[in-house]
């Protein structure tokens, strides 16, 4: 993330949207997931991968899809909304995709272990599956293709660098923070305490 010039208080701005976004979309995700629902009865706790999902493959081909496309789409902002409140452009594409992930798995699973005290709702592993899965499509289609755009704009990963010419020590206006030399280790004598 670019932290001087013009480009620091963009990147600023884009983190901030980013992260408002995000707790709007977790807000209106706890909304619909626990709330209580008045029902007659519940079926059991699905905790065998896939037999939810076989179950409404079973129902037909537009039952099945609702229900497995609200499964990927209920969490897959995410894939997108976490990156963008990260902040961060020069990251390795898999490591993002991987804490990306984690962190759906996370959210996933804390919303699954809550509807256990919520009437009307049970713990489904294959909902813990199609979040993660719209978690991670989501990302991929969209993260990788959205930060080379904004390094593009930036003017590449190399932009705001020292020159390769070996620019001194004054050369530092638009280079990154982590970049800037800060000096020396400060040696401290060793004092007494005083009485």
Known sequence: MQRHGSGGSAA???RAAGLVLLAAHL???????????DVMWVTAANLEPLAGIKADLAMGPLEAARRIGEGLLLL???????????GRLDVSPWASLARTVMAGV????GIELV?????????????LLLNTAGVALAHLAVVPM???????????????????????????????REDVSQGATPRIPRVGIAP
């Open 76 to 86: 897959a902002p995410l894939g997108v909304l976490l990156p963008m409140a990260g």
């Open 12 to 14: 600023i701005r884009f």
């Open 146 to 176: 959205w930060r080379g755009r904004l390094r593009r704009r930036r003017g590449g990963p190399g932009r705001g660098r020292r020159p390769a010419g070996g620019g001194g020590r004054g050369h530092t206006v638009g280079m990154l």
């Open 115 to 127: 509807q256990t005290a919520v009437p009307g709702r049970v713990v489904d592993v294959d909902a």
């Open 106 to 109: 996370l959210v996933s699973l």
């Open 27 to 37: 807000v209106l995700v706890a909304w619909l997931t626990l709330r209580p629902r």
